[in-house]
């Protein structure tokens, strides 16, 4: 298993879209966190190997898409309507231990995590 590379990070206005790639999650359950300044890293997406269910936190629920790409072993996340609020490094996770997916995931239930991109939004 190879290190998670994320990307398609950058700054918009308010209202503008991104489109975040993770390559290297392999046949594993893959989540996005993401971490602004001076809080904790926090669960924003995750999607299932196989079936592919789909999971989100509140802030993000109609704004944002997680899905798999047709290229090998990427996930990627779809980021639209962006507001100031979504400003944050954003981390790719894979490799869920012991533990099924939902919306209270940990950076503790991932043994895989990528270095980050920068997400910025102005007002």
């Known amino acids: 298993q190879g290190p998670l590379v994320e990307s398609g990070g950058g700054l918009v206005q308010a209202g503008a879209s991104l489109r975040l790639s993770c390559a290297g999650s392999?046949?594993?359950?893959t989540a996005w966190f993401r971490q602004a300044p001076g809080k904790e890293r926090e669960f924003v997406a995750a999607?299932?190997?196989?079936?592919?269910?789909?999971y989100y936190t509140d802030s993000v629920k109609g704004r944002f898409t997680i899905g798999r790409t047709s290229a090998p072993n990427a996930v990627y996340l779809q980021m639209n309507s962006l507001k100031p609020e979504d400003t944050a490094v954003y981390y790719c996770?894979?490799?869920?231990?012991?533990?099924?997916?939902?919306?209270?995931?940990?950076?503790?239930?991932?043994?895989?995590w990528g270095q980050g991109t920068q997400v910025t939004v102005s007002s």
């Open positions: 999607i299932s190997w196989g079936e592919s269910r789909t």
């Open positions: 392999g046949n594993y359950h």
């Open positions: 996770a894979a490799n869920l231990i012991r533990r099924a997916l939902g919306t209270d995931l940990t950076i503790g239930d991932f043994g895989f």
